[in-house]
């Protein structure tokens, strides 16, 4: 191996992004050792080490969207705030549609690195692409993951745009995400004491981004991360997962391992949740570990956001939440500082609220 100072990352990382053959590529390759710029520096190596010991006994609520309504108010808003991660049982959809989902991302991630390198080109902020790590050039180190991302709204790619061998599956799950996103959202507005519509008034489900995400078998998986730890910078998260584990949820001074419920699914809080809620609800640091398993981790992440910013283009805690006894902890900002703080970095736990915390 070359020395530190013979060592140019930044054109082993070029090489391997214009190969266009992906994390899964490498590992399909049968490499035995991963490239020096996936390892991770020793800090969060050793996070991961003292994370292997922890308790399994405590795990995320799951909660029955069938229900009573105030029940089921009471259970998100405490999730919501203690957590910031939940699992939602008897939501609505099939178990044979995640099934298919979650197999038509697959078999999209199972083709030859020359089909899927069709989509290794464009913008990270529209239409469709495979792209192996958003911030490959931005973060410290890579992670050992790719990604399909379809931006299905406000401005949709022609369906053609989508891959054949998953389009069908992809239209479909942004059509029952969006609608479970509006259901969780109607109950995370009552839990603020809001009316059931307000989020949706406030256009929470309508900037919308479907990513399928592949982990596939890392030989070193002690050395880098599937996906480092982060906190999303959006309104909410619905997240659809197969069962090889990998995901983990900082609580406390702890990372959990999060155990998939058969035909649960995930949702958790993003930063601009936390900061419209004025702190109320929390966005939580979680991480997907490498993964050790011949089988890949398939994940079908849909990120939900706002379009109808403010008319001074700024946002803040919501002003209904607002009083003298529970004044504002966060400034308001703008849309440009939003995005800046977006697409300037890697990804990172809560800078965007440190930076607004009053």
């Known amino acids: 191996m070359a020395s530190a100072a013979d060592y140019d990352r930044m054109k082993k990382v070029k090489e391997f992004d214009e190969s266009k053959m992906g994390v899964k590529g490498l590992s399909d390759s049968g490499i035995t050792s991963i490239p020096r710029f996936f390892i991770h520096p020793p800090q969060t190596l050793s996070q991961i080490k003292s994370s292997s010991s922890s308790s399994s006994s405590i795990q995320i609520p799951v909660i029955d969207l069938s229900d009573h309504r105030s029940k089921v108010v009471d259970q998100i808003r405490v999730a919501c705030k203690t957590w910031g991660f939940f699992q939602v049982i008897n939501h609505g959809v099939a178990m044979s ?36 790590n ?88 002690d050395l880098t991360m599937g996906i480092a730890s982060h906190t999303d910078p959006v309104v909410l998260t619905v997240l659809l ?18 155990k998939p419920v058969p035909g649960g699914l995930i949702i958790n809080a ?40 403010k008319e001074s283009d700024s946002y803040g805690p919501l002003p209904e939440l607002l009083s003298p006894e529970k004044p504002a902890i966060y400034r308001n900002f703008t849309k ?20 607004i915390t009053i």
């Open 241 to 258: 997962q197969n069962h090889v584990p990998g995901l983990q949820v900082k609580h406390g001074d702890e990372w959990v391992d999060v």
């Open 270 to 309: 993003g930063d601009f949740l936390q900061i419209v809620s004025n702190g109320e609800y929390q966005s939580i640091q979680h991480r997907v570990l490498a993964n050790p398993y011949k089988e890949p981790r398939i994940s079908i992440v849909m990120f939900f956001n706002l379009i109808k910013w």
């Open 134 to 221: 958003n911030d490959l050039y931005r973060s410290e180190a890579a992670t050992w993951h790719d990604h399909l991302q379809v931006w299905m709204a406000p401005d949709p790619p022609e369906v053609e745009r989508i891959p054949e061998i998953c389009r069908r599956e992809v239209v479909a799950w942004d059509l029952h995400g969006k609608n479970i996103a509006e259901s969780v959202m109607e109950l995370l507005s009552e839990g603020l004491g809001l009316e059931p519509g307000k989020f949706k008034e406030l256009t929470f489900s309508e900037h919308r981004l479907l990513t399928g995400i592949c982990y596939p078998h890392c030989p070193q998986p």
């Open 97 to 132: 549609v995640l099934e298919q989902t979650i197999n038509a991302i697959k078999a999209f991630h199972d083709q030859p690195p020359q089909e899927k390198a069709k989509l290794y080109v464009g913008d990270e902020k529209r239409g469709v692409r495979f792209a192996v």
């Open 336 to 355: 440009q500082e939003y995005l800046d703080n977006i697409y300037t970095k890697g990804l990172n736990s809560k800078s965007f609220i440190q930076k």
